[in-house]
């Protein structure tokens, strides 16, 4: 079932038959660790985005244990229980364009620590491309960011969609809950995406929801519009409707700010916070629970780490298991460390 929802959803995205065989082979591996070390409540969790117009697929691997000890060596090949259809997560971890695991047994890589009843053994996470190209690969003063969007259970077209727009300068991301929108690459139709590609990303987060309520929709739209300016060192946020905010900044002076913002039927205070070395957001709709709770490890200051933490981890630890979501349900996980902030930040946990 694994192998070919992802290689499904990889040709939905327009991957090549290639490609989109070597997709199939990690959700094999990935599946096939779950039978060969009888991990408990283990399951496969497969989302394919669009983001920036660039398709992503997602292939997750979720357990509660037993957990690996030494991660590293078990990506490597070199231990003797890689015996998956290829070389076990070394296979994995080559044909992805980024890979990232935790594990509750490896203390160099620990997953995120929530509610113990919510507790996991061990997260993997390969993410995939169509083409060659590997934004992973930029520099430290690039975001990085992960995003699950799943239909409610009772089926029907979604009504959440993630969308990230960007000039190289200013990074905007807005998560949408509305009717007729798709998480599928091919439907900018819409005319509330249509609005969005027409408006220049440097206008404030404010401004565009004032446009998006003029857009001719059914109903008024739920929306969180995230702003980074990465040559500033900025964000700035506003939101309306159902839409949950979590955003942690830490600033250049070592001033830690949150922001929390809930589900509101109107308008809020916009959110502009700048001078940051490190960036933490999370946006949730409403077809999700509240996030359980993350609970501190010594050494952090909190969400923040080093080396961090990779978003799709972030993203796979804090979205429910299917049967908790009660309806179209989406989740965006952005994380930021500017080039300057990696010794601050390490200066600050030491």
Known sequence: MAKKTAKRVALDLGFSARRAAEAELVASELAFNHVMHKTKQGIIRITGLDLAHLPVLTIASLDEGPGIANLSMACSG????????????????????????????????????????????????????????RPGTRSIGWPRLAGIIAP????????????VQTDGRYLRVTVIDTEGISMWPGKEGHPLVQNLERLALL???DRVLDQLKKSCLPGQPSARILLVDLLSGSVQSAGMGNVRLVLHALQETGRHVTVLRGMRGEGEDPVLIGSIAELWIMAATDGLPPP???????????????????????????????????????????????????????????
Do not use: Y
Not at 101 to 111: E, F, K, N, R, W
């Open 152 to 163: 409610r259970p009772s089926g029907g077209q979604c009504g959440d969609r993630i969308i």
């Open 292 to 350: 359980p709770p993350l609970i501190q490890r010594p050494g952090w200051i909190f969400p923040f780490r080093n080396p961090p933490i990779m978003p799709c981890i972030w993203t796979q630890v804090l979205f429910p298991r299917h049967n908790e979501i009660r309806d179209d349900a989406s989740l965006m996980v952005l994380t930021w460390q500017r080039r300057s902030a990696s010794a601050s930040t390490s200066s600050a946990l030491s």
């Open 78 to 133: 070199k231990t003797p229980f890689g015996k998956g259809l290829g070389a076990g997560l070394a296979a994995v971890a080559r044909l992805a364009d980024e890979f990232s695991a935790c594990s509750c047994l490896d203390t160099s890589s620990p997953c995120p620590a929530v509610a113990p009843e919510q507790g996991h053994g061990t997260v993997i996470c390969a993410t995939l491309r169509p083409g060659s190209e």
């Open 203 to 205: 206008w404030p987060p």
